[in-house]
T-cell receptor, first 111, second 115 residues
Framework: LAKTTQPISMDSYEGQEVNITCSHN???????ITWYQQFPSQGPRFIIQ???TKVTNEVASLFIPADRKSSTLSLPRVSLSDTAVYYC????????????FGSGTKLNVKP | GAVVSQHPSWVICKSGTSVKIECRSL??????MFWYRQFPKQSLMLMAT?????????EQGVEKDKFLINHASLTLSTLTVTSAHPEDSSFYIC???????????FGAGTRLSVL
């Protein structure tokens, strides 16, 4: 059973910053937050992972408030190739955690 | 990121035959791998957890005798769809857990079509 809630879809334009928020009200103390990107007919690709505050890598940032009941994936200056489904997952990654995928957010980037 | 190789990328078979799908972690050892199934326009559904050297753990509703999982080494897990039927046609995806990074990496998926 998925532990997260995300918007079904979002639209954006090339060059804009996109923020996708995920709700996880019942997140457990040992749970981490992980985001994946999936293109049609491909396996999910790891984007970013974090526990609290802010995490940044070369492709995205992840913002996690103090109560950890939500998180926001931030994609700077998106391009058409960022059109994909984005999944937010929570789980105890330190203990062989299983991921139960929710519906994800379909991001449509327009020219 | 780490690479998980899945083979074949697509397969067509006749109803009643068995099909084996391989999942390999190429640059790390994975004591735990996972198998998912995804139908068109739907999300991934976890089928089972594959543990190296022990029996797989299946999710509720997944027939263990139909979907045989073997994880004989730290870099290879296989999923065999036995006596495949058209309703087994789907996109099968594996993942492997890199324990050093605590990240689950996914394979590219296998498209199975049963005629």
């Amino acid at each position: 059973l998925a532990k997260t809630t995300q918007p079904i879809s979002m639209d954006s334009y090339e060059g804009q910053e996109v923020n996708i928020t995920c709700s996880h009200n019942n997140i457990a103390t040992n749970d981490y937050i992980t985001w994946y990107q999936q293109f049609p007919s491909q396996g999910p690709r790891f984007i970013i992972q974090g526990y609290k505050t802010k995490v940044t890598n070369e492709v995205a940032s992840l913002f996690i408030p103090a109560d950890r009941k939500s998180s926001t994936l931030s994609l700077p200056r998106v391009s058409l190739s960022d059109t994909a489904v984005y999944y937010c997952l929570v789980g105890d990654i330190l203990n062989f955690n299983k991921f139960y995928f929710g519906s994800g957010t379909k991001l449509n980037v327009k020219p | 990121g780490a690479v998980v190789s899945q083979h074949p990328s697509w397969v067509i078979c006749k109803s009643g035959t068995s099909v084996k799908i391989e999942c390999r972690s190429l640059d790390f050892q994975a004591t735990t791998m996972f198998w998912y199934r995804q139908f068109p326009k739907q999300s991934l559904m976890l089928m089972a957890t594959s543990n190296e050297g022990s029996k797989a753990t299946y999710e509720q509703g997944v027939e263990k005798d139909k979907f045989l999982i073997n994880h004989a080494s730290l870099t290879l897990s296989t999923l065999t769809v036995t006596s495949a039927h058209p309703e087994d046609s789907s996109f099968y995806i594996c993942s492997a857990r890199d324990a050093a990074k605590n990240i689950q990496y996914f394979g590219a998926g296998t498209r199975l079509s049963v005629l």
